[in-house]
């Protein structure tokens, strides 16, 4: 008689679930995310404490004692406890309910906020989202029209600004739960769950032809970190169509815990960035300003740019991705520098509307309020974020062309002159010598702008003529030198024009080499820089007619 094969015995299901910061396996998105279900169990703890939650939503709950939930949050671990490994499903469903939420038509991530939030940094937050984590319509169900949010960013009456959104009524990761349990016994699901973009956005099979060999799929232990990925890291929109992903680095999970609400904007104004770089600054301001923060805690972030593609227009594709360290503090001071001089402002059009036809009708004119960002904020936090000096590149603020507006770029620089000139005067600098190049050049126009002052009185249309011409000329010799010699043959110039002035007299040995070879790149963006900045005579008579002029392309 045939002896029976032993059958495998199944191995039984676990009434716990650890996850470790630093397992195989963790990516800078799972540690994140891990960061974020750390925050979502601190913020469970505190609504116990303050009697601000049911036993019936309270994952393990009731509780035997308030002081000791049913999970332990170390700095490098958390653990949680299903008492029975039946429970898993019903403490997840709990859990999840909790942490992604919706409070009115948007979503609510509790873990990320610091006590209120405003409605329309929620309502921006969410723009982000849809940009990043929810791009696909089957991830969220938002109506088909937009709703129209007003605010007031500056409180002064008659300066509204309408943002619209779409209402959102559920989305992918509310039942996210179900991915990681066994739905009949409600336990923990053993087998590996494919990773999706919700989860880890840009995460998809590569091909469909080869799904089964191009899919991701983990296990468990970190699929719920993934999940949480969503309130550990911060999603923002440059503008309608591109989103920022920002992925702290998480070392500490209590620590991140206490501070993660710190990273979410305060209020729309913050809501405004201009790209990765200036994203993860201005939310290690924020952290940096917590009192009780240590500056060497800060974290490092990646900042991922989504965008649609040429190739891929239904979609936001990965296009851009960097990392910035966590950093010294003199580049935090120079950016809060850059950030207190430049920053986003409210600005006004008036907008004409038609209505009827022939003789009824009717021409209306309405003031619409918008957002404008500062294009040189974003050349310092791009360079600030890479170890640069912070002015790198300014030449191709002056001689590019906006490919959006098909206008040279230098024309949104002159309005920012005011808060550029305020910059220079506040800002650390890293050497004497890059200070000396601004004020050399700010005290050569200022003698040239008064020399053709007192050469054309009573002549304002040609004072004002001569003065733009002044400030091309330069502007063109600086930008279109190729070589260190050429560069200097036009500093050189313009300083032997002005004639003798005090800067020149006093810091003549400070100024010598940064006309070098090895720096005269960089000292023709600090003398383009001192061009953008000057704010003195004849200033603004330059600025009204550089805006007169049709924009020429130079190369740089």
Sequence with gaps: MAKKKPTKKETPAPDHLTMRLFAPGMTEMHRAGLGGLAATLKLIESRVADDDIDDDELPGGPWDDEETPPWDITPDSITVHFAKPENAAEFLERLFAVAFDLDGDLLSLPAQYDGDVQT??????????TLTFLQHGQTRKLAKNPTELNYNPEGKPGKEIVFEYKACSSYKHQLGWQDLVDKKKGTLNPKPIEVAGPMSPGAVVRHNAFSGQTKIEETAELILPLYFSLIGCLTLSINRGSGVLIIPEVIDLLHFAMKRSRMTPRNSREC???????????????LRSDKDASKHKLPGCHAITFQPTPWASQQKSRVHSIYVPAGSSESLDRFETALACLPPKVVSRVVKETKGRGKSKQVTEREEHFWVDSVVRALVADNLAQGRPWYLGFVDLMTKIDPVSK???RNKVLFERKGLNEMINKIQWQDRGESTVVRAVHEAMRR????????????????????????DRWRLAFAGA??????????????SRAGITPVLQSEWEGLLPMLDAENWQQTRDLALLALASYSGKGSNDVAKEQEKQPGEESAA
Excluded: H, W
């Excluded at 329309?120 to 989202?129: N, S, Y």
């Excluded at 008064?450 to 009185?457: C, P």
């Design 272 to 286: 405004q960035i201009t790209g990765g770089s200036d994203a993860v600054l201005q939310a290690m301001i924020r």
């Design 120 to 129: 329309i940094v929620r309502a921006m937050i969410q723009q982000g989202i």
């Design 407 to 409: 206008q040279p770029i």
């Design 448 to 471: 040239r702008y008064g020399k053709i002052a007192s050469e054309n009185v009573g002549k304002a249309g040609a004072m004002k003529n001569r003065m733009s011409g002044e400030y």
């Design 482 to 495: 190729k070589t260190p010699e050429q560069f200097r043959k036009s500093i050189c110039d313009l300083f």
